[in-house]
């Protein structure tokens, strides 16, 4: 027999106890995961400071340092409207699952940032390298700056293996909410305004399912871009060193450096992971937007 209503989308239905059963026990998680970690935490905070306190080109902090603010913005919004546009019957429920808002998106901005700092830290290397490349530099002094820029971009790989490290339960818990989020938060939304017209006639229902939505991809997308951007720049660096190379074929001096700085290069892979279980990058983005759209891998 053909079924003509989803079940699972009157009173207490099972996606919308999904929903918050999966945000409310993995934002937990993050947050007990919180003190388990406070060593490797401090360890990629020192890290950070060390790179920052040792900057050679000084820049402006990028607006990427300050995105809680539009996150948090954007999720005090929503819950007003969601406030405006519904009448909740059990805010024991509803208020614990908005307050789980803030912990996974406080440590998607805590890895955004560190992304940041090293990506920023593999620019100025290679912005370095690339001025090596001039004929007007002398000989000698690019090779000594070029055996610091190697130590440079190890420990700034260093710094985002141990961010990897450290927030990868994190990150994988995270993820899997996200996943999760978005796909039954989408199969309610559409089916009860769009396919039910359980809202019809009000706005606020409407605008604040949109904005759920909205916040999930959010998060999905910066978290994919930041860290895809970190360690694009790190790998960028082998693209100089062949130019550099090109350049000074016959000063033999600096090429002995340039070769075991590309070795060094090649014998590490530069990335960060879930646990090991996937590599968090933009191709994630575009695998898990086609998992979710057309049910494909």
């Known amino acids: 027999m053909m079924r003509t209503e989803a079940l699972c989308s009157q009173g207490n239905y099972c996606s919308a106890f999904g929903l918050l059963l999966s945000h409310t026990v993995i934002a937990l998680l993050v947050i007990l995961l919180v003190p388990l970690r406070y060593k490797s935490t401090i360890v990629c905070f020192n890290q950070a400071n060390q790179i920052l306190f040792n900057r ?8 990427t340092y300050y995105s809680l603010l539009p996150f948090t913005f954007s999720i005090i919004v929503k819950i007003i409207i969601s406030n405006i546009g519904f009448y909740i019957k059990e805010p024991e429920l509803y208020y614990p699952y908005n307050l789980a808002y803030f912990g996974p ?7 955004g940032v560190l992304c940041c700092i090293c990506e920023q830290e593999y620019d100025e290397i290679n912005q370095e390298i690339k001025q090596l490349c001039s004929k007007d530099v002398n000989k000698k002094y690019k090779t000594e ?20 490290k450290c927030f990868a339960v994190d990150l994988f818990l995270i993820m899997i909410d996200i996943y999760v989020q978005l796909v039954l938060f989408l199969y309610v939304t559409l089916w009860s305004m ?49 130019h550099l190379s090109t350049v000074t074929t016959y000063d033999f001096d600096i090429q002995p450096v340039i070769k075991i700085f590309t070795l060094k290069l090649n014998s590490r892979d530069i990335m960060i992971t879930a646990y090991g279980f996937f590599t968090i990058n933009l191709a994630l983005l575009v695998r898990v937007r086609l998992s979710v759209f057309t049910g494909k891998k």
């Open 56 to 63: 050679r080109i000084k820049q402006n902090l990028s607006v």
């Open 105 to 111: 998106i406080i440590i998607i901005n805590v890895v």
């Open 145 to 164: 700056k070029l055996k610091l820029l190697m130590d440079d971009h190890w420990f700034a790989t260093n710094f985002l293996d141990n961010i990897s």
């Open 194 to 242: 769009f396919a039910q017209k359980v809202f019809s006639g009000h706005i606020w229902p409407h605008a604040a399912g949109l904005l759920e939505v909205m916040i999930i991809l959010v998060k999905l997308v910066y978290l994919c871009y930041r860290c895809d951007r970190a360690v694009a720049k790190g790998n960028f660096t082998l693209f100089h060193l062949r």
